[in-house]
């Protein structure tokens, strides 16, 4: 059953080609949003905490602080509405779930940036 899925999944789901990023890492993410008939595009902004999943059930949680409130959103990476992703900065994090960065406020915020 689960190579059927997967075939049907390969066959006829159509992939993206987005940039590469993983946990720590600052990107913009472009993504559509139907208001009645208009048809704006928005972006978010923030710090990728994880990638979960594979192929076409995969998703990706970023977090931004707006204000004094983190706010997180998690993405398909499958989304219809999704147009580009951005990645504004690398980060260099040992881990591949980085859910320790919500406790953490001010400087110890900060994500060091990975070094080419």
Known sequence: MEALLKFVQD?????K?????AAG???????EIKEGEKVRTQFFRGVVIQRRGTGTSETFTIRKMSGTVGVERI????LPSLQKIEVNKRGKVR???IFYFRGLT???????????
Not at 17 to 21: H, K, P, Q, T
Not at 25 to 31: G, R, S
Not at 75 to 78: A, D, G, V
Request: hydrophobic letters at 35%.
């Open 11 to 15: 066959e006829f789901v159509t992939k």
């Open 75 to 78: 993405f398909p990476i499958n």
């Open 25 to 31: 890492d600052t990107i913009t993410v472009y993504y």
């Open 106 to 116: 001010g400087k110890k915020a900060r994500i060091t940036e990975k070094r080419r």
């Open 95 to 97: 881990r591949a779930r």
């Open 17 to 21: 080609e987005l940039a590469e990023f």
